[in-house]
């Protein structure tokens, strides 16, 4: 009893410990970030103060919006004052649209999120029964056309693949909308407050059935496109990881003892084989952010991509530099996650990088 005690707790510090790792680790790199993303802003080819003067701008207007951003401080004490600013969550103002940063990214990180959403859902309830399917059919015509699936999904160019799913749904077909978020003529007809950025979450706690079917309508072929590397790459993985499991001494010795084969599979392989898969898509997540920002762009989708993309070729700064800390501060978030997943999943991954 008392060894018992001694390893649940052995177990229980090696686990703080590489929480605590983890932790200080995702600050590091952060803070890494905010360094790069700052430096690098300051050298783009462009005067911040002339754009936000505007183009009519006289000298001293410039000079005037010089030392309100603290442009005319040496880089030190820019970087002093933009590190206050972080912690007061102030982002800056943009330059285009003259409003806070911290409420574009507010209004447009919704829509981005219900599109990886639903990507990612589609990449679980299609990626893993594939990859199953595969395994355990190995060397069949199902397991060649899922490698198929996948290899075509992982190779496909998503503008062609958005191309492709057009000409045949929108053009041939004419059962989806082409682009956009929600038509103008469901909203005008069927008026929706927008208490939240999001058109699914505002539909859903109004009621709004026509708005949300719209609203359904129009992200069914940016989610097939987003969805289709992480699919690939989830399926991938899943077959990998089983067809590794399926020949371990364990599952053969409940294959000999008689356990129905979807127990085997389901409850024995699919178990121990998940874990890989789940780092893969918590990846695919935070990939799918960056992802999204073409994807936006080819379907009018009014995200943070779109966001972004307008920012840039304004030469926006602050708007650029926050979406960048954002993006930065996601993908650490989500790969935090995933090391958390995987180590309460597989206790060998703690111990090992613990007493690493």
């Known amino acids: 009893m008392e060894r018992r005690k001694t ?39 462009a005067n911040p ?4 003067a505007g183009p009519h701008a006289r000298p001293e207007d410039i000079a005037a919006a010089e030392a309100e951003f603290h442009l005319n401080e040496p880089w030190p004490v820019q970087f002093y004052y933009y590190i206050l600013d972080l912690l007061s969550g102030d982002l800056g103002v943009s330059l285009r649209t003259h409003q806070p940063v911290l409420n574009d990214i507010a209004r447009t990180l919704p829509p981005t999120l219900e599109l990886i959403t639903a990507a990612l859902l589609l ?5 893993i029964p594939l990859g199953i399917v595969s395994a355990v059919r190995q060397r069949t015509w199902a397991d060649h056309g899922t490698r198929v699936i996948a290899t075509a999904g992982v190779s496909m160019p998503p503008f062609w693949l958005a191309v492709l799913l057009s000409l045949i749904f929108v053009t041939w ?3 989806l909308p082409a682009s956009g978020y929600v038509s103008d003529s469901v909203l005008v007809s069927y008026p929706m407050e927008w208490i939240t950025g999001s058109a699914f979450i505002n539909a859903v706690i ?13 992200l069914v072929l940016p989610a097939l496109v987003l969805a289709a590397y992480p699919v690939a790459l989830v399926t991938r993985m899943v077959r990998t990881m089983m067809i590794e499991v399926l020949g371990e001494n364990y599952i053969r010795t409940a294959q000999a003892y008689g356990l129905p084969r979807q127990k085997v599979v389901y409850r024995y392989a699919l178990k121990n084989a998940i874990s890989p ?35 840039a070729v304004s ?42």
């Open 49 to 52: 103060a002339a754009l936000w």
């Open 277 to 311: 898969a789940i780092v893969a898509l918590g990846l695919s997540f935070a990939f799918a952010l960056t992802g999204a920002f073409l994807i936006e762009s080819i379907f009018a989708w009014p995200g943070i991509g779109q966001y972004a993309w307008y920012s």
């Open 173 to 175: 077909l004419a059962v």
């Open 7 to 45: 390893t649940r707790g052995t177990a229980a510090a090696a686990y703080a410990r590489f929480i605590g790792r983890r932790l200080l680790l995702s600050a590091l790199v952060v803070f890494g970030v905010v360094v790069i993303v700052f430096f690098l802003s300051r050298v783009i080819p």
């Open 206 to 218: 109004q009621g709004n059935i026509p708005v949300l079917v719209d609203w359904f309508r129009h």
């Open 123 to 127: 990449a679980l309830l299609i990626g």
């Open 315 to 356: 030469f926006d700064y602050p708007a650029i530099v926050g979406v960048a800390l954002v993006v930065a501060i996601f993908y650490v978030a989500v790969n935090l996650v995933v090391d958390l997943i995987q180590g309460t999943l597989d206790r060998r991954i703690v111990l090992t990088k613990a007493e690493g």
